[in-house]
Structures are given as structure tokens and as C-alpha cells.
Nanobody, 131 residues
Framework: LQLQASGGGLVQTGGSLTLSCAAS????????IGWFRQAPGTEREAVSC????????FYSDSAKGRFTISRDNAKNTVYLQMNSLKPEDTAVYYC?????????????????????????WGQGTQVTVSS
């Protein structure tokens, strides 16, 4: 079971990027998916999460109003549209999958996650926002 995040890059402040999380070896239909990020020297934190049916979503305070999570089960892919990017959004972005909702870290009470809480992080994609 693998997840592959892609779509990162270098953008200027105020720019946009769309990240993709593609699954291989399993179908995402029954999985909730979360996007997480980790900057050097910081802990991994949830950015946005979506339930298996797309009926529920979660956005961290930093992502709310700027990022949009969506999924296309036919393409076995989850997306994160990021607008109005800021230098503090610079990080490696990862996606994680789970069968529960909410996913670990995807709650108002806790956005920090430990790497052991997900089995299939993949290598992540670097997002760099220049000022």
C-alpha cells in the first residue's frame, strides 16, 4: 500500500499550488485521507483531511479559507488546492490514509501527529514559498 504526494514546487507569496495524493496497491474509496506538513525542526501537523465519502472535511486554522481538499475516487487521488500561499507554508507535504474518521491529528484538539500513527506516508512533496 503506497501513497505518493506530488505537485509541490517553488512559488512566490500569494501564489497557488495543487498537490495530488495518489494511491497504489489499494483503493482510496473507503479511506479517509489527510494532508500533513513538516518544516525543518518542527513536528508534523495536519493541514486538511477528508472523509471517505467527502461528507466531512477538516482544515487547520492556518489552512482555513486558503486551502481546499477534494477527492476523485475514480482516479484514486486526493487533491489539496492551496491559494494565497505564505512563506510559513513552506514544508514537506505528506498524505496519510486511514479507515477511521476523524483521522489522527484531524481535530481541533490535536493537529500534531507522530509518524507511527500512519503506515503509508510516502516521501512527500516539497513546497517552498518565497517572500
Amino acid at each position: 500500500l503506497q501513497l505518493q504526494a506530488s505537485g509541490g514546487g517553488l512559488v512566490q507569496t500569494g501564489g497557488s499550488l495543487t498537490l495530488s495524493c495518489a494511491a497504489s496497491g489499494f483503493t482510496l474509496d473507503y479511506h479517509s485521507i489527510g494532508w500533513f506538513r513538516q518544516a525543518p525542526g518542527t513536528e508534523r501537523e495536519a493541514v486538511s483531511c477528508i472523509s471517505s465519502t467527502s461528507g466531512s472535511t477538516f482544515y487547520s486554522d492556518s489552512a482555513k479559507g486558503r486551502f481546499t481538499i477534494s477527492r476523485d475516487n475514480a482516479k484514486n487521488t486526493v487533491y489539496l488546492q492551496m491559494n494565497s500561499l505564505k512563506p510559513e507554508d513552506t514544508a514537506v507535504y505528506y498524505c496519510g490514509a486511514g479507515l477511521a474518521w476523524p483521522l489522527p491529528g484531524c481535530t481541533r484538539s490535536r493537529v500534531i501527529v507522530s509518524t507511527y500513527e500512519y503506515d503509508n506516508w510516502g516521501q512527500g512533496t516539497q513546497v517552498t514559498v518565497s517572500s
